[in-house]
């Protein structure tokens, strides 16, 4: 991408009406910092001719059915990251209400429902037919709430906050669920590797299992794919959660969970509407008009890069307050769908057993050793 604009770890958000300063989402600088690490990371314009082909492809099946498709269901577990000392409810050991606001606000956004805050009229906006779900099954097949909660501080990680290294390559890949059967989120105090705050980031798909891409398990493999230890989601533990719905302790201007819905739509492939550039770089999808750099506050006319063409602020995937915020497009619910579809590590998901709740003969079972030759 041209003039990628380090807006995370270069400079950070004054939210209005506070004195902490946050990074609204450092997913690139997260990327740019893994790909450092790991530079056959494939990059992401390399699959961009096929998601446009399939883009085309799905645009015409749209055409015929008028319709998006079925709905998908995601198993999500939620790990809690809190300090030593924190009951549940209280501090980073968030409520269990506020996760569950949490799911809902997700299934508002991503299925555009009417009389929520995830509605509106717009006819460039989707219902992408994504729903989230607390798991029912976890990893060894017994029962679970889907939330796990750790006394990071007993684990040896420190006291919080954690830097980003610190998640990528301590907590993360200690605590993850098989991320084929589940979309894992980590609730914690998360900062940049300087200490600034951040709201959340989130991995990328791994592209390089894109069906129709070289390296999709057929004849040119590659030799390095993205971390299957690391895969997920990330979010401040004063951004998980609803006010309006009730949840306690969440931050005023981050008040209604739409950090979560950007970060997940991340996790699906979506740029920012920016591009993470100027006026030249766009973010693919036709039906979100150009615009250069991120949009924060609530503006009410602010100019994209076209004249006379108003910026979509409401847009999940800028930067904008979340009061502000109300829609996915149809080119965005289409990318995220072909990912789903297509990727490896979210097509698993569709028919994830995690949302099976173990019956009560299976669950008396799992645990029986199995006799070895």
């Not at 506070?18 to 990074?23: D, E, L, P």
């Not at 509106?120 to 060894?140: M, Q, T, Y």
């Not at 300087?194 to 980031?201: C, F, H, V």
């Amino acid at each position: 991408m041209k003039r990628l604009l380090l807006s995370g770890f270069v400079a950070a958000l004054l939210l209005h009406g506070q004195t902490t300063r946050y990074i609204r989402c450092a997913t690139m600088e997260v990327d740019s910092a893994m790909r450092a690490l790991h530079p056959d990371w494939p990059r992401m314009d390399e699959y961009e001719p096929l998601m446009r082909q399939k883009v085309s492809e799905k645009k015409a099946l749209y055409e015929q059915a008028r319709t998006i498709g079925g709905v998908y269901r995601i198993p999500v577990v939620v790990h809690v990251i809190h300090n030593n000392g924190e009951t549940e409810g209280t501090g980073m050991n968030i409520p269990t209400n506020n996760i569950i606001h949490q799911i809902e606000v997700l299934n508002e956004d991503f299925r555009r429902k009417p009389g929520t805050p995830g509605w509106n009229n717009d006819p460039r906006g989707a219902d992408v037919r994504i729903e989230f779900v607390l798991a029912k099954r976890d990893p060894s097949g017994n029962p679970t709430t889907g939330i796990v909660r750790i006394n990071g501080t007993t684990q040896g990680w420190g006291a919080p906050p954690y830097a980003t290294n610190v998640l990528e390559n301590t907590i993360k890949p200690n605590t993850v669920w098989d991320p084929n059967r589940y979309l894992n989120i980590w609730v914690t105090n998360v900062v940049d590797n300087s200490g600034n705050p951040i709201l959340g980031y989130a991995q990328f798909p791994d592209l390089s299992g894109l069906l129709g891409m070289p390296g999709d398990g057929a004849s040119n493999p590659r030799p390095c794919q993205q971390s299957a230890n690391t895969d997920g989601v990330v979010i401040l533990y004063t951004a998980f959660g609803s006010i309006p719905k009730g949840s306690t302790g969440v931050d005023a201007v981050i008040s209604m969970g739409r950090t979560a819905t950007h970060e997940i739509g991340h996790w699906l492939g979506l740029r920012h509407t920016w591009g993470d550039g100027g006026c030249n770089v766009d973010d693919f999808c036709d039906d979100t008009p150009l615009c250069s750099g991120s949009h924060f506050g609530c503006a009410a006319n602010p100019t994209s890069c076209i004249p006379g063409v108003r910026r979509m602020i409401e847009n999940y995937m800028d930067y904008s307050d979340d009061p502000c915020m109300n829609i996915f497009t149809l080119e965005q619910a289409m990318r995220m769908r072909i990912v789903l579809e297509n990727c490896p590590r979210r097509r698993t998901l569709i028919t994830s057993p995690a949302l099976v709740a173990p019956n009560p003969v299976d669950a008396a079972l799992i645990d029986l050793a199995i006799p070895q030759d």
